[in-house]
């Protein structure tokens, strides 16, 4: 069965220190992946997409992410955290032929200390 | 207004009344999505409608009416609801047939059952 799985629930990193939240999916074929970013009482934003070529996609608000095809992996990354980063992240994959039908996983929080 | 626009923002209803949720996009989409986000649980495709044409039903229960009159609007009629129906209900919209999978997102409708 297609699924993606973000492992951490729950994530709580200081002001400045680096970020990663991972992501894995389990697909038929490579699929098109996602990282969406929804803030308290707001709906999802789209931080970055990847759908083929260079396996390194930079995306908003200074986040990247990594395709790796041997490990199912889209692991999140930011480099300097900043306390607005403060929201819910949603991992999300979806095939060529299945517009709009993306698979979401469960959502990290990301906590940020001053 | 750009974007995708939800209402209304907060509903409470009880289990005998019948509402509506309303969405509308303005990004000259062809394709528009229900999705349901509950509490510690990954978003939940409800419905798609595709040039206007119903193309989806993920076994959504009849309580749960959609309506798409045009391409800009898509309506979520709701009736004779249960508790277990409160959730965030989320309305999305993409450009068909471009296979990239990418949905723009409302604020989300908080419905309340009581």
């Known amino acids: 069965a297609q699924s993606v799985t973000q492992p951490d629930i729950h994530i709580t990193v200081s002001e400045g220190a680096s970020l990663e939240l991972r992501c894995n999916y389990s697909y038929g074929a490579t699929p098109y992946l996602f990282w969406y970013v929804q803030s308290p009482g707001q709906g999802l934003q789209l931080l970055l997409k990847y759908f083929s070529g260079d396996t390194l996609v930079q995306g908003i608000k200074g986040f990247e992410a990594e395709f790796k095809r041997s490990q199912s992996s889209f692991n999140l990354r930011k480099p300097s955290v900043h306390w607005s980063d403060a929201a819910e992240y949603f991992c999300a994959a979806g095939g060529s032929g299945n517009t709009g039908k993306l698979i979401f996983g469960q959502g990290t929080t990301l906590q940020v200390k001053p | 207004e750009t974007g995708v626009t939800q209402t209304p923002r907060h509903l409470v209803m009880g289990m005998t009344n019948k509402k509506s949720l309303k969405c509308e996009q303005h990004?000259?989409?062809?394709?528009m999505y229900w999705y349901k986000q509950s509490a510690k649980k990954p978003l939940e495709l409800m419905f798609v409608y595709s040039l206007e044409e119903r193309v989806e039903n993920n076994s959504v229960p009849s309580r749960f009416s959609p309506e798409c009159p045009n391409s800009s609007h898509l309506f979520l009629h709701l009736h004779t609801l249960q508790p277990e129906d409160s959730a965030l209900y989320l309305c999305?919209?993409?450009?068909?047939?471009?296979?990239?999978?990418?949905?723009?997102f409302g604020e989300g409708s908080r419905l309340t059952v009581l």
């Open positions: 990004l000259g989409h062809n394709a």
């Open positions: 999305a919209s993409s450009q068909a047939r471009l296979n990239t999978g990418e949905l723009f």
